[in-house]
């Protein structure tokens, strides 16, 4: 088996959202905090019909439709997702409802679940399936799914909270296979996992997590280091010479908020500074050099480094970042799916430039568990091709339908999701007047906490 990867993608974000102008001056934040401070545009969240396991219907129904497989041809299906909606039974379950009807209940698989990354592994979990001797030769499924939009509600209870522009709500599916247009590079994987308490969802009756802000941005930054370290190290005993920056033409990060990705993405360019990668031009190296002494603790601290190296780094980060950042600002943080995200606004952006580019990806999930690797991209045969994605998945049009809510109706929406929480014995308001026509929605949860949707 050859090229195993992406075979096909599908991409689903609630059509209701808020803009995050509006929701600075709701919040009472400075004017700039949340669009320039963050770097976000707008955040999409679920109503009350909404939830992980109704957009990861809608999103993998929509796929095998769109792309014409048999559901009978899918033989692994893998969830990654931090929204729990049952502590046992997966989502993974809930989806099978697709594949039993066609007959097929012969797809191993269940859900991975650890913060942001949950999705990496199912789709590690997928492809490393495709290339063992277990593989039945049929296609695997990957789907990350997230709302991150409960999670907001217990800043509110602390007034202002500042996580709060930091929500989203996503499903995103892919098919994987042989013979993909986006190939995994499988031997350049470098991880780093550690045990940290940076966000964290320590009560069992309850969404929210616990969150230390600051400590999370400072374990995201000292990951990506560890694993652009065991990336570069792994690369170099492969092809027997240094990697820089400059052998990725895109990377991709997961993307909690766009402040954070060029900061990450700075912090590559000091990196490979501190490395002596033939990246860094004779200017730059002037500009670090004041920095060249600090400790790795001093360098996260530095205020004026992270300054002077987004200054060196920016023509590198419009050409190499900023095609993928499109839907997460435009969305939010949609926690597993997030880094997706920013891969499917690169083949949306950058579509027919893409064959034979090599992208980087850093995949973080916080307490901890990170993981830097890479895609080989090839134009692929219909309709598994990188054009045939990109009109698929229609990011512009999901885009422009979507309907805009006052930040009000968004902090009800919230207050009713947060009462919903773990409860039974109610229906929703079945309200599906903003959802495109193949959605899937709840209707109803019983007196058994069992779940009900219907599709539109
Ligand atoms: N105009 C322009 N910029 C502004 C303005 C303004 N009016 N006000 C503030 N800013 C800037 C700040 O200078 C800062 O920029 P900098 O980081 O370049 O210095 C930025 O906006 C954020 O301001 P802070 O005061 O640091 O923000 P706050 O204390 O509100 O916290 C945080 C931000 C930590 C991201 C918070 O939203 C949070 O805790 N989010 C959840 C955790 C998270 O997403 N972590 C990321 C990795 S883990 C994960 O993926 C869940």
Known sequence: VKNVGILAMEIYFPPTCVQQEALEFHDGASKGKYTIGLGQDCMAFCTDVEDVISMSLTAVNSLLEKYGVDPKQVGRLEVGSETVIDKSKSIKTFLMQIFEKCGNTDIEGVDS???????TAALFNCVNWVESSSWDGRYGLVVCTDSAEVSLCVHQ???????????????IVMLIGPDAPIAFESKYRGSHMAHAYDFYKPNLASEYPVVDGKLSQTCYLMALDACYKHYCAKYEKFEGKQFSISDADYIVFHSPYNKLVQKSFARLVFDDFTRGASSIDEAAKEKFAPFSSLSGDESYQSRDLEKVAQQVAKP???SKVQPTTLIPKQVGNMYTASIYAAFVSLLHNKNSELAGKRIIMFSYGSGLTATMFSLKLQEGQYPFSLSNIASVMSVDEKLKSRIEVAPEKFVETLKLMEHRYGGKDFVTSKDTSCLAPGTYYLTEVDSMYRRFYSQK
């Not at 679940?113 to 999705?119: H, I, V």
């Open 113 to 119: 679940t650890n913060a942001c990354y949950g999705g």
């Open 157 to 171: 209870v602390y007034a202002e909270g500042p996580a709060r522009p930091t929500g989203g709500a996503a499903a």
């Open 316 to 318: 590198l980060y419009d």
